[in-house]
């Protein structure tokens, strides 16, 4: 398995790169980037997309990007519930096949939400489970 991570803040990959150490982890490779800039100037083609992106989403052109793309699985992160469902909504070639809320500050109306989004197969079944 051959794992890349994305996040704009420079300190976040370097703390991501020491626990990879750490935990002895080879085939990770970490970039302080913009997410969009560097899923578009990919060639190959990941099985799973995981994001987790600012209040405001991921946007439009990750969301077309993502769906030209075509991975099978896209996890999606969110600590806003708005935005998730619009960027759900412009990937239309995808089901919501599994969601999870987490509670992570209790007694306060914030929350984070994780959601399994597995590709439509075409002319067949919607659902390709994640087991």
Avoid: W
Avoid at 49 to 78: E, F, K, Q
């Amino acid at each position: 398995m051959k794992l890349t991570g994305i996040e704009i803040s420079a300190e976040a990959i370097a703390c991501a790169s020491r626990s990879a150490e750490m935990l002895g982890l080879n085939d990770v490779h970490f970039a302080a980037l913009d997410s969009t800039q560097f899923a578009t100037s990919r060639n190959d083609i990941p099985q799973l997309v995981l994001v987790n992106p600012p209040r405001r989403g991921i946007g439009a052109a990750l969301c077309d990007y993502l769906s030209r793309m075509a991975p099978a699985y896209i996890l999606y992160s969110s600590c806003n519930a708005q935005t998730m469902a619009e960027d759900i909504a412009r990937l239309p070639d995808y089901a919501v096949t599994r969601v999870q809320l987490f509670d992570m500050f209790p007694h306060t109306a914030h929350f984070e939400a994780l959601a399994l989004l597995t590709r439509r197969e075409k002319g067949g079944p919607e659902n390709r489970r994640l087991n």
